[in-house]
């Protein structure tokens, strides 16, 4: 694939079709982790590596046992009459695989920074049910992405929630100093910001690449 | 614990969307017409009991060391199988949802549910649990269905509603109009508890 396939899934992950203000993937970490900026930086980060590696080990998943394709590894090993189609099992192989990972990178990340583990709390295993990450090996799998397009989905999908992150906890930041109702105080006020946010990104859908 | 407590709690004490804050992404993504939030809640209620009922079942031999991965392969079973059921018997909702059938697996609600209540409690009282927070989560998606399609395109479930002469709010129905409804509901409803607790 040339590198403008590749440039239009960046700038479409990240703007046009970005995966918190767009798709809606990704909310309740997107509301719990957004109030502090290096929280957020640091999540932003987690979800990235979590999200590349995924698409990767998912991509090859699919590709060599799940599929009914001649390279199946089942079909190469035990030589039914045609290649088995297993398609069926992604949903629960693509959220252990998920889980798996998750647990990893809890684990280098409480060895490499004890600080960013204890300010990320519980919300570090939640990315487990992080709603992106199953959903961005899910969408490599709609839209019938490569390998390489897969990897770049993965990253740059992350890439986006990272973005929508930062932005959001820079202006709950602020908020935390401005006069709000206080039926609205907290959560209400945040999805109204997200409303606001996701209005400017809808601007990017304008946008003609490619 | 009281039968009729566990059960009506998720309606409005404890209503997984708007007290729990739990399940907030399929309410975004699915509430643009009520005909996929009563899909998406109906699908995701048969998930939940499902998934409470057997994780009940098998509370007390499960290693509490590997208990997550096992509630969520439960839960992933389950959701592959109304993915199956859907997309042959209602293939027009299976192809609107879309990515977010699959995505009831990560759905907070469930496995929240599973956590808190199932693998510590009876299999009638889980039951009963699943079945009160599912149909609190239909509701909550009924609402903002409702709210959002009679404003963004003047129907509700594809019925009109109004005149030919109504100019429909079209930004309720895209991604923005999503979040500000639910950012305000909840607003209006944490505005009712301070009401009621003064």
């Keep these: 694939m ?80 045609e ?47 992080n709603c992106a990450i199953l959903g961005v090996t899910i969408l490599n799998l709609d839209l019938n992405y490569s390998f390489i397009e897969s990897i770049v989905h993965g990253f740059s999908a992350g890439l986006g929630f990272t973005l929508a992150l930062i932005l959001m906890a820079g202006i709950r930041e602020r908020l935390e100093l401005a006069p709000i109702p206080e039926s609205l105080k907290g959560i209400p006020i945040a999805f109204i910001m997200a409303s606001l946010m996701s209005i400017a990104f809808l601007g990017f859908s304008g946008l003609k690449i490619g | ?29 699915v509430s643009n017409s009520v005909q996929n939030a009563v899909g998406m809640g109906v699908a995701a209620t048969f998930v939940l009991i499902c998934s409470n009922v057997i994780i009940s079942l098998i509370r007390n031999v499960v290693p509490k060391k590997i208990r997550i991965p096992i509630y969520i392969v439960v839960i992933a079973t389950f959701v592959t199988i109304v993915d199956l059921v859907m997309a042959a018997f209602a293939p027009d909702l299976h192809k609107s949802l879309g990515i977010f059938v699959p995505l009831i697996v990560v759905n907070c609600i469930i496995l929240g549910r599973a956590e808190a209540f199932a693998g510590k409690n009876s299999v009638f009282y889980s039951f009963l649990d699943g079945l009160g927070m599912g149909i609190g989560f239909l509701l909550a998606l009924t609402l903002i269905g409702v709210t959002r399609e009679l404003l963004g395109d003047g129907k509700i479930w594809g019925i ?39």
């Design chain 1, 83 to 129: 290649p088995p189609d297993l398609m069926f099992l992604k949903t629960i192989a693509f959220i252990l695989v998920i889980a798996s990972l998750v647990q990893f990178v809890e684990m280098v990340i409480q060895k490499l920074s004890p600080g960013l583990y204890r300010s990320l709390g519980i919300y570090l295993p939640l990315i487990t049910t």
């Design chain 2, 1 to 29: 614990m009281s039968l009729t407590k566990e059960f009506f709690k998720g309606f409005y004490t404890e209503n997984p969307v708007f007290r729990l804050a739990l399940g907030l992404c399929p309410t975004l993504a």
């Design chain 1, 2 to 81: 040339e590198l403008k396939t590749l440039m239009i899934i960046v700038v479409s992950s990240i703007f046009i079709n970005n995966f918190v203000l767009s798709r809606f993937l990704g909310i309740c970490p997107y509301i719990g982790v957004s109030k502090k900026i290096d929280s957020a930086i640091g999540m932003g980060f987690a979800v990235v590596f979590v999200m590349t590696l995924a698409s990767m080990v998912t991509w090859l998943i699919n590709n060599f046992l799940l599929k009914p394709s001649p390279s199946n590894l089942f079909y190469i090993l035990f030589s039914p009459k």
């Design chain 2, 160 to 198: 009109p509603m109004f005149g030919s002469g109504f100019e429909p709010v079209l930004l309720f129905i895209l991604p923005p109009g999503a979040f500000l409804t639910l950012g305000l509901y909840l607003g209006l409803f944490n505005w009712i508890d301070n009401k009621t607790k003064k």
